[in-house]
Nanobody
Framework: QVQLVESGGGLVQAGGSLRLSCAGSGRTFSSYTMGWFRQAPGKEREFVAAISWSADITSYADSVKGRFTISRDNAKNRVYLSMNSLEPEDTAVYYC????????????????WGQGTQVTVSS
């Protein structure tokens, strides 16, 4: 059984930083694209960032480019999302997910999901 568990969310002031972590188990973690998505209240889930299995290809939503960085440590079965210059608009539940598709940015291409971690940015 595949499990993805996010951690690192919390409450932060605008301009602050957080680092999310996602721990994976139950599959060959290093063989899959890993992505981060987020869902704000009343909005659809949206793509945030993705990283290829070898970490040589990354993709970002325009809204987070230059502020967020996705990385992974395959030896630890973990993927990270470093978030800087946070804005109130970044408030959402953040989910990590895995996909067999390179450069996957659509949620439909991800087959396993974590339970999410709340990020709240106060103004």
């Amino acid at each position: 059984q595949v499990q993805l568990v996010e951690s690192g969310g919390g409450l932060v002031q605008a301009g602050g930083s957080l680092r999310l972590s996602c721990a994976g188990s139950g599959r060959t973690f290093s063989s899959y694209t890993m992505g981060w998505f987020r869902q704000a209240p009343g909005k659809e889930r949206e793509f945030v960032a993705a990283i290829s299995w070898s970490a040589d290809i990354t993709s970002y939503a325009d809204s987070v480019k230059g502020r967020f960085t996705i990385s992974r440590d395959n030896a630890k079965n973990r993927v990270y999302l470093s978030m800087n210059s946070l804005e109130p608009e970044d408030t959402a539940v953040y989910y990590c997910a895995s996909s067999a598709v390179l450069r996957a940015t659509m949620s439909a291409l991800y087959d396993y999901w974590g339970q999410g971690t709340q990020v709240t940015v106060s103004s």
